[in-house]
Each structure stands twice: as structure tokens, then as C-alpha cells.
């Protein structure tokens, strides 16, 4: 009896406890009825807390992230803990975005010239602070030594069976070695890897990448990813990964949602149903009126919306923006209104915007956040501050 009503008690107060770390910020509460399940049944405690709730949470708030966002801005560049974003309101993103490209070469930085090593402290701080981090991956095109946008033939040699299938190996063994170093301690005192959203071969419905349409038949793409998913999770129990799949808008046909499913692997390969919007943003071959891109715009997050309602998986905006961010108010009136436009849209886990090219560096204008002084600035604020939107200090714990 006595046990009983230690128990008893031990349980609500875990159970209190739980509610209260869940519950950080009084506003997000539960609502999803049937919990989510990734494809990997041994991931890791942190990397399926971290999904069950950017599904809760998700749900009914939209997770702002970030390319690049600490290695440099528009006009900064290798001042510790800066960014573009937190200039302007003060936190980082909630989702941090790097780039993998050139690992696979032995490199010490990537394709961007962000160091490797710099990616893995950035991943572990990001962790510390409550944040949430994802991986692309611009490859070089394994069989011609190009770069990713090296369209000449290649998957059919990387596949099992293919000619060149060891150097595939050989990229994820590289990415293998990259991904135990981010680790932090868990509370029973052990090594633990940081969990991690990992988004491989994305736009692969376009044609500019080796990956893409130009030379690989569909049956070879998912052959690509099989493998890659079942290399990393059954053969080397890479357990602290969250398998994004991404579609690119501009090759989707609205009125066929089926043409997402291009090249999906299946829904035992996948764990977010992801898509690349630039096309209805402000992409420049895009001539449609703005009030025509947004109707667009929403049509396309419905769309990743109910296939992954119907695939009981989280749907993201994995990647976009509007370069330069021309339209002052496109925060609120384009992101924010579209996103909470229904409960649908509103289900949308995260929007990752691409990175912010330093300028004296490379000497562009491309950037998709704003920057401290920058025209979309003020409606920047009015975004983050608006209750449906989080930033990495307005999250709720979510590795628990
Ligand atoms: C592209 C551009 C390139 C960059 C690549 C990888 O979209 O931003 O300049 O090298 O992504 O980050």
C-alpha cells in the first residue's frame, strides 16, 4: 500500500514534470490524438522526443530556420554568435541549416567555405540552447569528380550493382564520421549523437542536379535513397537522424498532388514529407502576379500538408524564400498569412529560408533573410513576435 502510494505519487510527479517542461511556453499544448513514429524503430530517446514534438508543437505553430545563420550575414562574417536574424529580433532561428558539400572530398570546409569543424560546434551549441539543426547535402557527382550541379550520369553507377557503388559508400562513410562528432551527455551519463534532421538529394523532381531528372530514371533515385537510409540506419545505427524527403514546387503540378510522390521511396524511407518553394516566393521565371503566387503558395503547403496527413508523418518547408526579400511586408502578408491561413497550412512544422551571402565575400545579392537595416526588417519583428511563429528562444524543450 505504502509502495503503491509512493509509486503513485513518483508517477504524477513525473508526470507533472513532464507536463512542465513540455509546457515551457503555456501557449503549445498537446493536440496531436495518435503519436508519430519515425521510420527508424531503434532512434534515439532525443531524436524521437524531438520529432513527437515538432509534431505537437508544429501543428499549430510554424518554427522559423535559417541557412548558414551563424557562420556569416549579409555584412557580417566570422563574428562569433551573430547572425542576420538574431540581429534583427534578438534570437536565433528555431531551425539551423548547413551544408555538407565537399565532406565527401576529405575537405576541412564546405562548398560555402564553412569549416566542418565550425558546423559540428554550431550543431552542438544549437543543442544546448534548445535549438534544431538540419543537413543538406550538395555532393559532388561521384562518377565525373563535378559538382552537384554536374548533371552527366551518375546514380545508375552509384547504386548497388553499379560501377562506382563503393564511392558511394565511401561519401557515407564520410558523412558517418561526421555525424558521431556532434554528441552530447545524457542524463545517465552517456554519449549520446545530437538529433538531426538529414534532407539528402533534395529537388530531385528538378534537372540540375546529378541526382535530378536529366540523366537518372526514377527507379534509380530510389534506389539512391534506399540504400542511403538503410546504409545509415540498419547497417551503421545513425540513430539520431530524421529523414526529410523534398520535392522542388517548380517541377510539382498543383492540380496533380501526385506529382509530389515523384520519386518517393516510400513511407518506410521517409519521416518528413518536405518541399522546396522558391517558385511562388518570387522566383525570377516565375511572372505570375503576387496575389496568384500566394493563392499558389498556399495551394502547395496544403498540398505537403495532406499527404502528410494522410502518411501520419510532419510536413515542412524545407527549403525557400524570396532572394533579396523585395517585398517589405512579404513576412506577414506572404510567410505568416499563408501559413495560418488553415489547418492545414497551419499543421506545417517548420519554413528553413536559404542562406545570406556575405557580400564582400561574394559579391552577390543573395540572401533570403533580412539583415539589420534592410527594407523587410520592421515586418520581420512584427513576424517573430506574432504568437504563431517561434524562434529558437520561444521553444518549448523538445528533446524530452
Ligand atoms: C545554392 C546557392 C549556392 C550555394 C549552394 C549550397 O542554392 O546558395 O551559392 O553554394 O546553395 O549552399
Redesign the pocket.
Known amino acids: 500500500m505504502f509502495h503503491r502510494t509512493i509509486a503513485c505519487t513518483a508517477l504524477i510527479i513525473t508526470s507533472l514534470a513532464l507536463t512542465l517542461t513540455a509546457c515551457k511556453n503555456p501557449e503549445i499544448r498537446e493536440t496531436a490524438a495518435v503519436p508519430m513514429t519515425l521510420i527508424n524503430p531503434d532512434a534515439s530517446a532525443q531524436t524521437n522526443a524531438l520529432y513527437r514534438n515538432l509534431a505537437r508543437v508544429g501543428q499549430n505553430h510554424l518554427l522559423f530556420g535559417h ?2 545563420t551563424t557562420a556569416y550575414g549579409v555584412s557580417c562574417r566570422g563574428d562569433e554568435n551573430r547572425s542576420d536574424v538574431k540581429d534583427i529580433v534578438g534570437s536565433y532561428p528555431a531551425v539551423f541549416g548547413w ?1 555538407l ?1 565537399d565532406l565527401e572530398r576529405g575537405d576541412e570546409k564546405n ?2 567555405s564553412i569549416r566542418f569543424d565550425f558546423v559540428v560546434d554550431q550543431i552542438k551549441n544549437t543543442y544546448r540552447r534548445g535549438g534544431i539543426s538540419t543537413l543538406s547535402w ?1 555532393m559532388l557527382n561521384p562518377v565525373s569528380g563535378g559538382d552537384s550541379w554536374d548533371t552527366s550520369r551518375a546514380v545508375g553507377d552509384v547504386i548497388p550493382g553499379g560501377k562506382s557503388h563503393q564511392q558511394l559508400k565511401d561519401n557515407l562513410d564520410a558523412f558517418i564520421a561526421f555525424n558521431q562528432q556532434p554528441t552530447f551527455t545524457d542524463e545517465q551519463g552517456q554519449l549520446q549523437a545530437i538529433p538531426i534532421i538529414f534532407r539528402p538529394w533534395h529537388e530531385h523532381n528538378g534537372d540540375w542536379f546529378w541526382w535530378g531528372t536529366k540523366e537518372t530514371r526514377e527507379q534509380d533515385y530510389i534506389a539512391l535513397w534506399r540504400f542511403t537510409v538503410d546504409y545509415l540506419i540498419n547497417e551503421h545505427k545513425q540513430n539520431n537522424l530524421i529523414f526529410a524527403f523534398s520535392s522542388d514546387r517548380g517541377r510539382n503540378n498543383l492540380d496533380e498532388p501526385e506529382s509530389y510522390l515523384y520519386g518517393y521511396p516510400g513511407d518506410q524511407y521517409v519521416d518528413i514529407i518536405g518541399l522546396d518553394n522558391y517558385w511562388d516566393l518570387g522566383h525570377s521565371g516565375n511572372k505570375a502576379p503576387i496575389a496568384q503566387r500566394k493563392a499558389d503558395f498556399i495551394r502547395s503547403l496544403e498540398l505537403i500538408a495532406n499527404i502528410a496527413q494522410k502518411k501520419h508523418k510532419i510536413a515542412a518547408l524545407s527549403e525557400g524564400g524570396q532572394e533579396t526579400v523585395p517585398e517589405d511586408t512579404f513576412w506577414t502578408d506572404m510567410v505568416l498569412d499563408s501559413f495560418a491561413s488553415n489547418k492545414q497550412t497551419q499543421s506545417i512544422a517548420y519554413f528553413l529560408v ?2 545570406n ?1 556575405n557580400k564582400a565575400r ?1 559579391n552577390t545579392d ?1 540572401f533570403y533573410a533580412p539583415y539589420s537595416g534592410h527594407s523587410s526588417a520592421k515586418n520581420f519583428i512584427k513576424f517573430y513576435g506574432s504568437e504563431f511563429t517561434l524562434f529558437e528562444d520561444q521553444l518549448p524543450d523538445m528533446y524530452h
Do not use: C, P, T, V
Open positions: 541557412q548558414n551544408d558539400g562548398l560555402d550538395h536559404w542562406r551571402a561574394e543573395h
